[in-house]
Each structure stands twice: as structure tokens, then as C-alpha cells.
């Protein structure tokens, strides 16, 4: 998950991403999250991380870093956050969704990480 802490739409999808992940580990299909904060503000991220988050934080630093980041991920290197990418557990790129998830992604979030 792409995201900063001055974006509205990431910072409000929150609750429903860790929601996702734990009702889907409990029906027995992993999810594990790394948020990747494309913040330039140290101070801001560094602030935001008193809060509980749905996974492992991480900061992409460099602005410069970013449009090759979107680019790796196939998406145009302009795109706007939120941006989710789906990894399965071998490491493969399973589907990037720019822009925000609702309560009506969930089924399509559960058909992608379901093996088989």
C-alpha cells in the first residue's frame, strides 16, 4: 500500500484494511500488509506512527524514487495515491489497484488472495 499521512483517502481506509486482514485471517488466508509512506516530512511520519497501523510501516524517501516504484509496479509514474499492490506468497505481482478500496473490494480482495 502506497500512502502518506496528508492523504485523506489512505489515512481513512485504515480501519477497513486492518478489518480485511484479520477476517480474512481468520478464514484461514493470510494477508500481511506493508504500508510504504511516500511522505516528505519525516517529522509528519514519524508523528503518525503513535497510531496503530495494519501493518509494517516503511518510507520511500526520495521523491525521485517514486516514479520508478509506480513504474516497477505498471502503473503510469504520475499516478495518485492510495495504490495497492497484491503480492502472493511466491512474490508475484497479483493486481495494483490505484486509487481508494470500499467495503464492496472486499470480495474481489478475498477471490485474488485465495489459492488455487
Not at 503518525?48 to 516503511?58: C, K, Q, T, V
Not at 526520495?62 to 492510495?82: C, H, Q, R, T, Y
Request: charged share 20%.
Amino acid at each position: 500500500n502506497l500512502w502518506a499521512t496528508w492523504c485523506g483517502p489512505c489515512v481513512a481506509e485504515m480501519p477497513l484494511l486492518d478489518r480485511w486482514r484479520e477476517t480474512l485471517n481468520q478464514e484461514g488466508i493470510p494477508l500481511r500488509f506493508e504500508l510504504w509512506s511516500v511522505d516528505t516530512d519525516g517529522a509528519a511520519l514519524e508523528k503518525a506512527l503513535a497510531h496503530s497501523y495494519p501493518g509494517r510501516i516503511r518510507w520511500l524517501r526520495g521523491e525521485a524514487d517514486l516514479p520508478g516504484f509506480l513504474e516497477s509496479l505498471g502503473v503510469d509514474k504520475n499516478s495518485a495515491i492510495p495504490i495497492h499492490a497484491l503480492v502472493d506468497p511466491q512474490g508475484n505481482l497479483r493486481c495494483v489497484r490505484v486509487g481508494s478500496v470500499g467495503e464492496g473490494s472486499y470480495g474481489t480482495i478475498k477471490a485474488l488472495l485465495q489459492p488455487g
